[in-house]
């Protein structure tokens, strides 16, 4: 009989395929990167690896799914993708599997597919240092994501209320075997909770922003009344909640909205160390293939140096001093904040 929390992992995946928007609103549309016609380069002289871990690609297949028959299937293709484009990938959510054992599997089925692969856990921020630990061990993996969830527990029907956190990183950052990723699940983050997380020892952090899949939108459609509907696109979007981080001593992951490699090129230009793509992916996959999704992440590995060469910029670095442009709005939000401009 499939319990409660592992149907729920299949309702996500069905839901946020639903809601899946090709156009979204992270905020990339608003950034604009001024081009010169003589970049005095060659994409042969291009490095896009980023300084993080040994990576490859400043682009990763970030947390998804796992703890069903289904959700496992598709952890197994996502792990076959990554592998194939030598790419880092993230487990969906553990707590399911350290609940129930027997759901392991539709978790290790990552590694399984992807033996070589950097992967990084998963578990809500609620979790200590021994749950940590046995989530790495599960996996074998190489770092591990805690996510912070609010909006998504106060919307969920049988979500958390209690959100007392801050304590609990602080002793898993101290204990835990492998990085620890600090990650918001879609509603983004502020200056001062990088502040925060930077004071008990955080390295690293993914600001999930508003843009991509919303988990406050499925939360809600689960509900009997959805009487949660006004929370839909609640939070700061994935370049506000980098301008949020700019001058804070973390290394920041950004995900939420990504669509194209454009989005992903102007990410970095905002201080992402690397980029990550979830619902994209499973959209990809869910619509035409394991084969299909993997050319189209090759040809993203293609165009990213192209263009970064297009920009004048042979690394990450000299990709960050590319001068860049905001809507008014976007810097009416700067001035508000008393943020440093990009």
């Given at each position: ?182 990650k918001e699940v879609g509603n983004g983050f502020s ?152």
């Open positions: 009989m499939t319990s409660v929390q592992s149907h729920r992992k299949d309702e996500h995946v069905f839901l946020a395929e639903k809601y899946f928007r090709p156009v979204a609103d992270a905020g990339f549309d608003q950034v604009r990167l001024i081009y010169s016609p003589l970049p005095e380069t060659a994409v042969a002289a291009v490095s896009v690896t980023p300084d993080l871990w040994g990576w490859s690609w400043p682009l990763y297949i970030n947390a998804m799914t796992g703890g069903s028959a289904q959700t496992g299937r598709l952890n197994a293709q996502l792990g076959r993708i990554a592998a194939a484009c030598d790419l880092a990938i993230a487990s969906g959510s553990q707590s399911v599997a350290l609940a129930e054992p027997a759901l392991a599997p539709t978790f290790t089925a990552l590694r399984t597919a992807a033996p070589a692969a950097f992967i990084l856990g998963n578990l809500g921020a609620n979790h200590g240092p021994e749950a940590v630990a046995k989530a790495v061990a599960m996996l074998q993996a190489n770092a591990i994501e805690l996510h912070l969830n609010v909006i998504q527990e106060t919307v969920m029907p049988e979500g958390d209320r209690e959100f007392h956190w801050l304590a609990n990183l602080q002793a898993v950052v101290a204990a835990s075997p492998v990085p620890v990723v600090v200056r001062e909770a990088f502040t925060q997380l930077a004071a008990i020892g955080v390295h690293y952090v993914d600001v999930g922003g508003r843009g991509g899949t919303d988990f406050g939108q499925i939360e809600n459609v689960r509900r009997p009344d959805r009487d949660y509907d006004y929370l839909q696109g609640f939070g700061q979007n994935t370049v506000e909640s980098l301008l949020e981080a700019q001058g804070q001593p973390l290394t920041r992951l950004a995900t939420g909205g990504i669509r194209t490699p454009l989005d992903v090129v102007k990410a970095l230009r905002l201080g992402a160390t690397a980029v990550g793509l979830s619902g994209l992916v499973l959209h990809w996959l869910v619509q035409d293939g394991e084969a299909a999704a993997i050319a189209r992440l090759k040809r993203w590995q293609a165009q990213l140096p192209a263009l970064m060469a297009a920009l004048g910029a042979e690394s990450p670095a000299a990709l960050r001093q590319v001068p860049v442009v905001l809507t008014p709005a976007l810097q009416s939000y700067i001035n508000q904040r008393g943020l440093p401009h990009p």
